[in-house]
């Protein structure tokens, strides 16, 4: 059974940083691309960012570039995303979400596994 597992949530100030990790267990997957995504209070999920199985793709949603690095360990596992000059429109639940291909997926549906996410809470 796929088993995805975010940490390195917390509580931080304006402007702060933070570094989240996924690690994914239980899969026989050859190759499988990962993407984060948010649920702020009262909001609908939203993309954050994906990486191809190689590392050597991301996609960012335009609210995040420049401020927030997705990357994952050569081997694959675990995934980062690094949050740097965070806001208050950061705070959200942050999930990361597995799908058995190689390429990069930008929409929810598109993904198979999810984790149970990790909060991110950021105070102005």
């Known amino acids: 059974q796929v088993r995805l597992v975010e940490s390195g949530g917390g509580l931080v100030q304006a402007g702060g940083s933070l570094r989240l990790s996924c690690t994914v267990s239980g899969t026989s997957f050859t190759s499988y691309a990962i993407g984060w995504f948010r649920r702020a209070p009262g909001k609908e999920r939203e993309f954050v960012a994906c990486i191809s199985w190689s590392g050597g793709s991301t996609d960012y949603a335009d609210s995040v570039k420049g401020r927030f690095t997705i990357s994952r360990e050569d081997s694959g596992n675990p995934v980062f995303l690094q949050l740097n000059r965070l806001k208050s429109d950061d705070t959200a639940v942050y999930y990361c979400?597995?799908?058995?291909?190689?390429?990069?997926?930008?929409?929810?549906?598109?993904?198979?596994?999810w984790g149970q996410g990790t909060q991110v809470t950021v105070s102005s």
């Open positions: 979400a597995a799908v058995d291909a190689s390429y990069l997926y930008t929409r929810e549906y598109e993904y198979d596994y």
